[in-house]
């Protein structure tokens, strides 16, 4: 059993929650500055939908070596990318491309920290 507790207005009743293109006027509709215990500012989600409402969804899956160099042995690699396909299958709507997106790649490849054009994955549609 899972217990998922979510505050703040429907995200059906914030129109700029459903579009990753408004994503910075999102931050400043949907979401509560805080203040973290080791005093660091940040903003959690104050709507049905929690951070997802917030960041578009974003879920970033990382390579392989980052789980053999951080936890070695410790991870079934296989078991692991065969769950997170899975549920990204039962509770995922593949991202779509986006000019935002777009210009996100685009500044990553720039700075030689990624490609310009993603491999479409479970969770990216072109």
Do not use: C
């Amino acid at each position: 059993d899972v217990l998922v507790l979510e505050r703040g207005k429907s995200d059906l009743d914030l129109a700029e929650t459903q579009y990753a293109d408004t994503w910075p006027e999102v931050v400043n509709s949907a979401a509560q500055l805080i203040r973290w215990t080791d005093q660091t500012w940040g903003a959690v989600a104050n709507v049905l939908g929690g951070g997802t409402s917030i960041n578009g969804g974003l879920y970033i899956e990382e390579e392989a070596d980052y789980f053999q160099e951080n936890f070695g042995e410790a991870v079934n690699l296989s078991e692991f990318y065969e769950s997170s396909a899975w549920v990204a299958k039962q509770l995922a709507v593949p991202l779509r491309a986006s000019s935002i997106g777009q210009r996100y790649a685009d500044a990553l490849h720039e700075a030689k920290e990624g490609v310009a054009e993603p491999k479409p994955s479970v969770r990216m549609v072109k």
